[in-house]
């Protein structure tokens, strides 16, 4: 939990080892990050909750063929939803139509996202939602 002895799971011996690296990786430090993991996952769970097309939306897999990038389009009533996900410890890029109407970032694990006509770049891992007109 914290960079405490044992990171404040016990006071005594723990039956388990704690991780070495405790002292920067633990729930305290991560709380104080607003870029940290932890607090992106709380944003992807409020994103989710706050959005029923990301729920109880229609799936629609974009792009199969693509090696690198799995994109699909959620749409729920007259709400839709593209999300472009890289899987990949490079650069990757995708052309979709879809990129053409998009209205707006919900989020993205990264400070930027390259776009150009229809053609998105993603950095390695990155994930990014958006809303689409």
Known sequence: ?????????????????VNKNHNEINVETQNGDSNSILNYFR??????????????GDYELLAAEN???????????????????????????????????????????YSTVEISKNNIQLKPYQAVLFKLN
């Open 1 to 17: 939990w914290d960079a405490s002895e044992n990171s404040d799971f016990s006071t005594g011996e723990p039956w388990l080892s």
């Open 43 to 56: 944003s992807m769970v409020k994103l989710r909750k706050d959005n029923d097309v990301l729920i109880y």
């Open 67 to 109: 090696p690198d990038i799995y994109a699909y389009v959620r749409t729920l009533n007259n709400e839709k939803v593209l999300v472009i996900l890289n899987f990949k410890d490079h650069d990757s890029s995708i052309e979709l139509p879809e990129i053409g109407i998009i209205n707006e970032t919900m989020i993205n694990n």
